[in-house]
């Protein structure tokens, strides 16, 4: 294994996937035994290997794909796992930080709420000798310098696993505008959150861009409503929204985990607007095929639950000894995301995705045996070709809005 040391931005077409909380500090799973492939890729015994997961919610939509494609890879690797649903509470997150060291992981994989999370986070790592990587964030180098910094020194941070925020918000944007749309509804989940910041950030690029090139046909983005992380939140911040406006002719539910836009599309349903209110989000509902087909859903953004398995392969790899040199270094992997707008686009990601999990046993292990440059060109190429090429199978290419 080649050292984990230099700064690496993945490149490529990738898959990013695509709440309800869990009561009290958060539930947790193991998954000890190894498969057959498993046991002929490690030296050691990796059964008293645990990562733990700090995560908003481990059982809503979103959450649910990223537990299951990292139970899968505990299984393949022989490791156990264990989560904590923190719900994007400041002191829950850091808290989540302190049990699952004092639970006896070697590393820990976290979707923080904000940047300032990191500072208790790292510090609490350091003090524990335990390995550190965020998935679905990445702090902010400009924002929070010092947080940063404190990143790159510490010898057990591992690095970031993300998204580009700001442009996935362009595009939403983008999409909505492309059919007419013009009054824009915006539901955030939680105030301060890195990843809602990027996206909203994105949202006003896309409109300012637009008004700036069609002065005879503007467009408008409310502010936001904050729908938290549940369904309810999201139905309430819908009807606030639409009842504010009467000529809302879209809406964007923002994320937080997909409960929050099921909750905005029934409040859409219920209003009787499904035929005049466009609605665009990140995170693929389970029935998004259908939801394209009917009109519920003009567009999403997703598929990004692979997400977190390569944040726990790299802390897997600390663990192991075969990434090192973390110290002084900003280590990350930038994925971008899939579109689709139209049922024909779904159908192709549901083949490969949903049917199916993208990795094999067998291939999750191969992949935990990689350099981090291999590692990240991997996480770079993930798509709906890519998947169906490792299945034997043919995908058509789904709108990627590249």
């Known amino acids: ?85 923190q719900g994007h509470v400041s002191e829950k997150v850091t808290a989540s930080v302190e049990q699952l060291c004092a639970a006896g992981c070697q590393g820990i994989i976290i979707c923080n709420s904000s940047d300032t999370e990191m500072t208790s986070a790292i510090k609490t790592c350091n003090d524990n000798k335990v390995y550190l990587a965020q998935f679905f964030r990445i702090i902010s180098k400009d924002d929070n310098p010092d947080i940063y910094q404190a990143a790159t020194d510490s010898p057990y941070y591992v690095g970031a696993v993300h998204e580009n925020e700001v442009e996935n918000g362009k595009k939403l944007v983008q999409i909505l505008l492309d059919k007419g749309d013009r009054d824009i509804g915006l539901i955030g989940w939680e105030q301060g959150d890195a990843t809602w910041l990027g996206r909203w950030e994105g949202y006003k690029e896309g409109v300012d861009a637009w008004n700036k090139d069609n002065p005879d046909d503007q467009a408008k983005l409310s502010e936001p409503q904050y729908a938290g992380t549940t369904s309810d939140g999201g139905a309430k911040a819908a009807d606030a929204l639409m009842q504010a406006d009467p000529d809302l002719d879209a809406l964007i539910p923002a994320g937080g985990g997909g409960d929050p836009l099921q909750g905005a599309i029934a409040a859409v349903e219920k209003a009787g607007k499904t035929d005049s209110i466009d609605v665009v989000s990140t995170d693929f509902l389970p029935d998004l095929g259908d939801r394209l087909a009917n009109g519920s859903m003009a567009g999403e953004s997703g598929g990004h639950y692979c997400d977190p398995l390569f944040a726990f392969l790299m802390v897997y790899n600390a663990i192991k000894g075969n990434y090192t040199g973390f110290a002084g270094q900003f280590n990350e992997i930038q994925f971008p995301y899939l579109y689709v707008s139209s049922a024909d686009d779904y159908a192709q990601y549901e083949k490969y995705f949903v049917d199916q999990l993208p990795y094999t046993d067998d291939e999750i292990v191969d992949m935990s045996n990689m350099s981090f440059d291999d590692l990240a060109a991997a996480a770079g190429k993930l798509s709906i070709e890519d998947a169906a090429e490792r299945a034997g199978g043919e995908a058509v290419s789904a709108s990627s809005a590249s």
């Open 1 to 85: 294994m080649k050292e984990f040391g230099k700064r690496l931005l993945g490149a490529g077409l990738s898959v990013a996937m695509a709440g309800g909380l869990l009561a009290g500090c958060g539930s947790s799973s193991t998954a000890s035994s190894a498969t057959s492939a498993a046991s002929s890729a490690t030296e050691t015994d990796n059964s008293k290997i645990k990562i733990g997961v700090s995560i908003w919610s481990s059982t809503d939509v979103l959450g649910s794909q990223c537990k299951l494609i990292l139970d899968e890879a505990a299984k393949a690797l022989g490791v156990q796992v264990q989560y904590v649903d």
